[in-house]
Every structure is written in structure tokens, then in C-alpha cells.
């Protein structure tokens, strides 16, 4: 922190470096635990953001300032108009920034996160409106993923499997996280496929990927049995179809 | 005259003067003849008392002395009940061996902490072949690809870094005592079939020694039986997966259980759940008088004198338990005996053996305060070279944990099942209801209460008190979000400052940790809470269940008819 403010009272007026060092206090008051300071933090935050207005900083320090709306400390619980609000400050001035594309997603995650079909609804056409700006956005993953959660409000199961099989698909990968995989997608995708639709190809496609490329993988042998389990049944509707006149 | 006068008046000065350059002399010598000079002195900590990996370290750290002379390498074996205040003092106070092993006796967010302030990355190394095993068919290979589980257990997510070696991995198994079954049971081996081996129970239970001292089938204490839990009674709960897993992601959650039973989807009385009581009350009855209130000492101790036939416990152990078998009986292992598919009362529920995931242990880091962090850093690569892990690893007794290294023959029992069920109900919502559990369990484990008394008892409590406890986890929740934000931002700042050739893969990483864990954080746990909230559902179609739209779908397929409503 000393090093911070020491920065911070040399460094020139509209600096980079001096919006560094701003940032990094405003990051350190809002993110130590214990002993954090909210208010100082946000204080900060505008400071790096005014004294650079163009800056990488500014976009990141806009965007801390709405996470803290969002992130309340326990007990308090988030005014849900002045999260929108703040996600949106930062889409309006940076909408192509990296900042300004994850402050779109969290103003989508926060419409989404009471189920509520009219905010749900608002959400779809965001997205939808996102994907078709910025269709190369690295972001496009987690969009369709949240397209896929508002279907799910909405009612539309199949809808929201489809999002979630374009996500999965879209997905940066980090190839030196081992314990980053698509396990838990595969299943998700073949269990909802299995029992929310009956879509027992897509499910059978997805439980037999999750067996092939993830042979160690605890769902595998849950795999294996829903495997039989889709073939059963459909063999015990045969036989019912069968044995009606 | 002038000498003798002095030497009188100043002998015991002169005594201790001269015993000090003497014994000062002494240290002096020896420390050159340890130590001559520029010799690297590493020193390699941890908890493992037991006396076979004290002794393999000594022994590969010779072997690893033939190839660079200079280089010697000293043990702290510090007890576990210690461990974890030992190191934060050691690290806070900047004296911290060379090379640490990581894991025991803190909280695991503190390890974190720990690990991203005081321990260097491993991410290059574990990108980097081997050198150690070179000549071998893992020659140029990276290291976490010579390694069982691809090194899974040494990346840290939260730091996004490699931040371990490990150097072995643990499997549980039942040891026993093979003379002392085979004189009272008169069988060669004991039946891995459950029914059989209860049978073989009851003819040690029946029996005393020459003491008059009644024969003891298993060896209870709270450490082996919560090992008995892990491997026999909480799989059984497989099934109620299907009623709970709202997440679908194939992994029970306590917020999932919980909610599942707030919402009467399941309860105690959930059939997988009593099966899973049942077969405690079953095998209580063989464990020693008094056992929930023994250490896992006192549990040994009744093994090593031949006292009790079987008892249970890792691989860890193993190397201990047959140097205090040694010259009086034969050591065993067996697995865990299996109820049989048309078992009466387990059958539908043990639908397949335990999955056991091969993770890779006995994890080590270097230290930033090291003077020798290269040195460390080609030590733990010796170490983790194919030849040298499987030496290391036969002279302890343990499983190595590289790829296609040899095991101790008596190991073979520990291979993986890598195809098999797990728990699918977990009723710790943490707090006081975690607290009630313990006890409850314990009184039934001695059967101080029945199967009914203790669901009626702790059903009625969680419903009562299981709510406050879940509202704490919901303050949890908001301190994890607070949590993967620090996290994340450290994430950010090392994108930010990363040089031009690292920026690209630098990005990634932060976009990757903030898709998985920020973005839409709040809507899995707010479905929950949706349930809670809708109130209870007992009849409720369970994630693992088919919808009436799904059964329609599937008999329209099958049978060319067009759908129409069905009965889930």
C-alpha cells in the first residue's frame, strides 16, 4: 500500500502511472479480507478512472466499482436497479473493451439470477443482440450459456440444451488446467437430453464422449448404466407397442 | 611463581575457555568433514513418521549424492499434530526448509494462501521433461504426462499454477491378520462376497485366545471407521443422486442434499439412505467394545497384538503395519467385500464396486526463501523420475506416482477401481446440524440408539435447526464470490503485466476463471433457494428422472406413434 501511495503523490497528473497506482490501491482496499474499506475502495477506483479516462485502467476500475455494487458484504444484500446501472455505465463507454464485454455478461448473469421470465426474456434479446455485434467476441461462450439459462426460465428445454451444446462448443479451452474439462458439460448436456427430453441419441453421443475421452472420470460408470438404462426402456415400449392390439 | 599464582586464580575461566575451543573445534571439524565447502545443504520437511520413508529419503538422497557430490540433503520430521503450526511460523518467520511437504494441518484455503506467498510455481517444470528420465519411454515427455493423474492434484485453480511435486499415491484397503484367520476360520482367504464375510466375522467373534480374551473381527476406532463410511457404508447412497443433483454436474452437493430434503424429495428414511445405516448396524457388532472413543493407535495396537483380525486403513500404513507384523504374522490385504446383486437388503443399491479416482499425494513445494531453489527443484525431479519414484516408493511400502512403475506385489490390491459408484446424499450442511449428526452417529454406531430413533431424531433436528445452518452457508456463498474475486483479480493483474509472448495465453486464463466461477455464480444458488422457497415437493420428478415429455418423446420414436401424455 505505502509503495501505492508513494507512486500515486509523484507520479504526473493523467499518468499511466500514476492510474496503476490508484488502481492498485483501490484494489487492495476492495479486495483485502480482512480490514477491506468499500468506500475508500470506490473512491479510488473513480480517481484511476478519471485520472486516465482512455485507459485500460479506467474500463477496469468502471467495472470494479459495478462488482462492488453487485458483491455486497454479507448481510447486505445488492440494490438490483444500481447493479444494472452500474454494468451499464460500463458497456456504454467501453463496449468493445474486454471490460465492457464481462460487464454485459454480469448485467445478463444479475437479469437471470431470480428467474423471473420478464427479466429473462430482456436478457435473451440482449444476448441475442451481443452475439450479433460481436459474433468473434471471446466472450460468445458464456453468452450462449446464459441464452441456454434463460431458455430454462422461459420453459424452452430444448432451446436451452442447444445454447448450452454451442457453449460447450465455443468454450476456450486452458490446455494446461487439468482439471478444467468438459466431464461435467457432457454429462449435464446427455442427462438433460435423456431425461427432460427423450432425445436419446444426443444423450447416448454425449455419454459415450464423456466415456471415451474421460476414462478415469467418476461419471463414466453412471455413464455406462444410463447407456443401458435408455436401451431397456426402449426395448420395454417395443414390447408394450407389441403386445397392444 | 607468577604462572602458578595465575593459573590458580584464573583455573575455572580456563577450564571453561578451553572446553568451549575445544567442543567449538570439535563442531568446527565435523561440520567441514559434513560439509566441505561449497556444499548445498537442502533440508526437505514433513509429517511422515514412519520410519520407512525417513529411511528412503536417506537412501535416495545418496543416490542422488553419487551424481552431484556437493549436494546434501537433511529431514525435519515433524509431527502431524504440529505440522501445520510449524509451518506457519517457519514460513511467516522466513526460515522455512528448502522443500516442504504441503497439506496437512491447515485449512485448505490457507495452504492456498500459503502457496501463492511463500511457494515457487511449478508450471514450467511440469511443462518440461524429466530430466531423471532420460534413457526411459518417458525421455522428452513433460513431467505431469509421466505422472498416473496427469499431475490433476498438483494444479492449483485458484492460483492457476502447478504448485506441487508429488512423489506417491494412497489407496484403502482392509489389511489382515493371515495366520490368525486362517487358525480360527479355517478358511485360506477371506470372502470378498459381504454375507460370507459376515459369516467369517461371527466364527472370529465366537472365539477367545489363550488369555480368555475374546477375538476381535475388525478394529474400530474413529479414524478406521470413518474410513469403513468412506468405503462401504456412504457409496450406498449412490441412488439418491437421481433425487438431488440439481447442479447436473454427476456430483452430490450438501446445498443440493439439504434442499432435496427440506423440500421432502428425500428424507432419512430414503431407502438408499436407511440401506447405507443398515449395513453400519450390521458390522457394528464386530468392532471392539468402546471403539468410537479410540485413537487410531489404540486401534493398531489390538492388530499388533494379534488381537483383532482385520482393520482397515491406507497405504500408508502399510509399511508400518508389516514391520510390526514382522517374525509374528503374515499381512494380507483383501478389498472391501461386496453385497451381492439379489442381497435382500443391499443389492439395489451397491449396483457396482467404489469408484476410487487415482490421485496422485505426498505433494512437496519448494520455497521462495530458499538459497537453493534450483537445487530443490532438480532434487524433487530425481524423486519424481520414473526409477527413483518406484525406489522410493518400494522401500516404503507405498504406490508410486509415475506411469508404469513396478509395485510391491502386496500393492496390487490398491490399484484404482476406476469404474464404480460414490456417495450421492451428503447430509453435513456444516454447523450445529453437522454437530447432532456426530453425535447420533456415534451413540448408533454402538448401538445406544436404533435405526428408527436415530432418523426420527436427527430428521426432527434438521428440519428444526438445519435451516440456520443453511443460511450460514449462504453467507459462505457471498464469501466464496469475494473470495474468486481476489482470486480473479490476481488472475487480471498478471494478464495486465504480462510480457507481449504471454499476454495472449495470460487472457485466457482470466477469461476462463471468470466464465467458470463468476459469471452466473449467484444463479445456481439462487435455483436452490427458488426451491426452498416453492416448499416441499415429495412427489417432484428428480433431475435423474424422466419428465412425461421426455417418456413421450421416446415412445413416440420407438413405436412411430405420435406422443402424447405418459406417467413419469
Redesign the interface.
Same mark, same amino acid.
Given at each position: 500500500m505505502t509503495n501505492f501511495e508513494g507512486v500515486a503523490s509523484r507520479a504526473p497528473e493523467g499518468s499511466e502511472e500514476r492510474a496503476a497506482a490508484l488502481f492498485g490501491l483501490a484494489?487492495t482496499w476492495d479486495?483485502r479480507?480482512p480490514n477491506e474499506d468499500t468506500a475508500r475502495a470506490a473512491d479510488f477506483y473513480r480517481q484511476a478512472a478519471e485520472a486516465a479516462p482512455e485507459s485500460?485502467l479506467a474500463a477496469?476500475s468502471l467495472l470494479a466499482l459495478a462488482?462492488m455494487e453487485e458483491?455486497?458484504?454479507?448481510?447486505k444484500e445488492p440494490d438490483a436497479a444500481a447493479v444494472l446501472a452500474g454494468y451499464q455505465k460500463v458497456i456504454d463507454r467501453f463496449s468493445t473493451h474486454?471490460a465492457g464485454q464481462?460487464a454485459f455478461?454480469?448485467q445478463q448473469?444479475?437479469r437471470?439470477?431470480?428467474?423471473e421470465p420478464g427479466e429473462a426474456r430482456v436478457a435473451l434479446a440482449a444476448l441475442e443482440g451481443f452475439l450479433r455485434e460481436h459474433a468473434e467476441s471471446?466472450?460468445a461462450?458464456?453468452a450462449h450459456?446464459?441464452m441456454g439459462?434463460a431458455h430454462t426460465v422461459l420453459g424452452d428445454e430444448r432451446a436451452a440444451l442447444s445454447e448450452s451444446i454451442i457453449s460447450l462448443e465455443t468454450r476456450?479451452?486452458?490446455p494446461?488446467?487439468?482439471?478444467?474439462d468438459n466431464a461435467?458439460s457432457y454429462?449435464?448436456i446427455a442427462?438433460?437430453a435423456?431425461?427432460?427430453?427423450?432425445?436419446?441419441d444426443r444423450a447416448r453421443d454425449y455419454y459415450r464422449r464423456l466415456i471415451k475421452e474421460y476414462?478415469?472420470d467418476?461419471?463414466?460408470?453412471?455413464s455406462?448404466?444410463a447407456l443401458r438404462r435408455m436401451d431397456e426402456?426402449?426395448e420395454k415400449?417395443?414390447r408394450e407397442?407389441a403386445s397392444t392390439p | 611463581m607468577n604462572v602458578l599464582r595465575f593459573l590458580r586464580g584464573y583455573f575455572p575461566i580456563l577450564v571453561v575457555v578451553g572446553t568451549f575451543a575445544w567442543s567449538a573445534i570439535v563442531i568446527a571439524s565435523y561440520r567441514a568433514r559434513e560439509n566441505p565447502p561449497r556444499t548445498v545443504t537442502l533440508r526437505i520437511a514433513h509429517w511422515q513418521l514412519e520410519p520407512g520413508v525417513r529411511k528412503a529419503f536417506d537412501i535416495l538422497a545418496e543416490d542422488y549424492r553419487k551424481l552431484h557430490p556437493n549436494v546434501r540433503i537433511v529431514q525435519d520430521a515433524i509431527p502431524e499434530t504440529t505440522y501445520g503450526q510449524w509451518v506457519s511460523t517457519q514460513l511467516m518467520g522466513g526460515t522455512a526448509p528448502d522443500i516442504l511437504e504441503l497439506g496437512l494441518g491447515l485449512p485448505p484455503n490457507i495452504w492456498v494462501a500459503y502457496m501463492g506467498r511463500y511457494f515457487l510455481p511449478m508450471?514450467r517444470v511440469a511443462?518440461q521433461p524429466n530430466p531423471y528420465n532420460a534413457g526411459t519411454e518417458f525421455a522428452g515427455v513433460p513431467l505431469?504426462l509421466t505422472y498416473k493423474?496427469?499431475?490433476?492434484e498438483s494444479?492449483v485453480?485458484e492460483l492457476?499454477d502447478y504448485m506441487k511435486i508429488p512423489l506417491s499415491q494412497f489407496g484403502v484397503r482392509i489389511f489382515y491378520n493371515a495366520d490368525l484367520f486362517k487358525r480360527l476360520t479355517g478358511m485360506d482367504e477371506p470372502p470378498l462376497d459381504y454375507r460370507e464375510f459376515l459369516k467369517a466375522c461371527d466364527i472370529i467373534k465366537g472365539q477367545v485366545n489363550d488369555r480368555g480374551q475374546p477375538y476381535i473381527p475388525l478394529v474400530g476406532s474413529k479414524y478406521h471407521f470413518a474410513l469403513w463410511d468412506e468405503m462401504m457404508f456412504e457409496p450406498m447412497t449412490f441412488v439418491g443422486?437421481a433425487k438431488i443433483d440439481f447442479g447436473?454436474?454427476?456430483?452430490p452437493d450438501k446445498d443440493e442434499t439439504f434442499v432435496a430434503f427440506k423440500t421432502e424429495r428425500v428424507g432419512l428414511d430414503f431407502p438408499a439412505f436407511r440401506a447405507r445405516l443398515k449395513m453400519v448396524e450390521q458390522l457394528r457388532p464386530y468392532f471392539q467394545e468402546g471403539y468410537t472413543g479410540l485413537t487410531r493407535d489404540e486401534g493398531v495396537f489390538l492388530f499388533a497384538q494379534e488381537r483383532a483380525v482385520f482393520i482397515t486403513t491406507g497405504t500408508w500404513d502399510a509399511g508400518s503395519l508389516i514391520e510390526q507384523a514382522k517374525g509374528k504374522f503374515d499381512v494380507e490385504i483383501m478389498g472391501f467385500p461386496m453385497p451381492s446383486a439379489d442381497d435382500p437388503d443391499f443389492g439395489q443399491f451397491m449396483?457396482?464396486p467404489r469408484?476410487e479416482?487415482?490421485l496422485s499425494a505426498f505433494p512437496f513445494g519448494v520455497t521462495r526463501t530458499s538459497e537453493h531453489q534450483a537445487e530443490a527443484i532438480d532434487f524433487l525431479l530425481f524423486l519424481a523420475g520414473k526409477k527413483q519414484n518406484e525406489k522410493l516408493n518400494s522401500i516404503i511400502g507405498w504406490l508410486p506416482a509415475i506411469k508404469d512403475t513396478e509395485i510391491e506385489p502386496f500393492l496390487a490390491a490398491f490399484v484404482p477401481n476406476?469404474?464404480?459408484?460414490?456417495k450421492g446424499l451428503d447430509l453435513n450442511v456444516g454447523g450445529e446440524s453437522w454437530v447432532r449428526w456426530q453425535q447420533l452417529y456415534s451413540l448408533y454406531q454402538v448401538g445406544q440408539v436404533s435405526l428408527d430413533e436415530f432418523i426420527a431424531e436427527f430428521d426432527t433436528f434438521v428440519r428444526e435447526r438445519g435451516e440456520v445452518d443453511f443460511l450460514e452457508r449462504r453467507?459462505s456463498w457471498?464469501?466464496d464470490?469475494?473470495?474468486y474475486?481476489?482470486l480473479t #483479480?490476481g488472475i !487480471?493483474?498478471t494478464a495486465?503485466l504480462a510480457d507481449p509472448a504471454e499476454s495472449e495465453?495470460a487472457?485466457?486464463?482470466y477469461?476462463?476463471a471468470?466464465?467458470?466461477r463468476?459469471?452466473?455464480?449467484?444463479?445456481g444458488k439462487?435455483?436452490l433457494l427458488?426451491l426452498l422457497d416453492e416448499g416441499p415437493a415429495p412427489d417432484a420428478i428428480g433431475?435423474?428422472?424422466?419428465?412425461p415429455?421426455?417418456? #413421450?418423446?421416446? !415412445?413416440a420414436?420407438?413405436?412411430g406413434?405420435p406422443a402424447k401424455e405418459e406417467k413419469p
Open positions: 484494489t479486495l479480507r485500460e477496469w462488482r458483491l455486497k458484504p454479507v448481510g474486454p464481462e455478461l454480469y448473469a444479475a437471470l439470477a431470480e428467474a471471446r466472450y461462450s458464456a450459456g446464459l439459462t476456450e479451452f486452458d494446461r488446467n487439468p482439471k478444467r461435467a454429462w449435464s442427462t438433460r435423456e431425461f427432460l427430453l427423450g432425445e436419446f476414462p478415469e467418476q461419471r463414466v460408470f453412471p455406462e448404466l426402456l426402449e415400449m417395443r407397442a | 508450471t511443462e505431469r493423474d496427469g499431475m490433476r494444479y485453480e492457476q443422486l447436473r454436474d454427476g456430483v449396483i457396482g469408484y479416482r487415482p476406476l469404474r464404480g459408484i460414490y453467507n457471498r464469501r464470490a469475494h473470495r474475486e481476489q #483479480a !487480471r493483474a495486465l495465453a487472457w485466457m486464463r477469461r476462463v471468470i466464465t467458470s463468476q459469471i452466473g455464480y449467484e444463479i439462487n435455483k427458488h433431475p435423474y428422472e424422466y419428465t415429455e421426455a417418456l #413421450a418423446a421416446v !415412445r420414436r420407438v413405436t406413434q
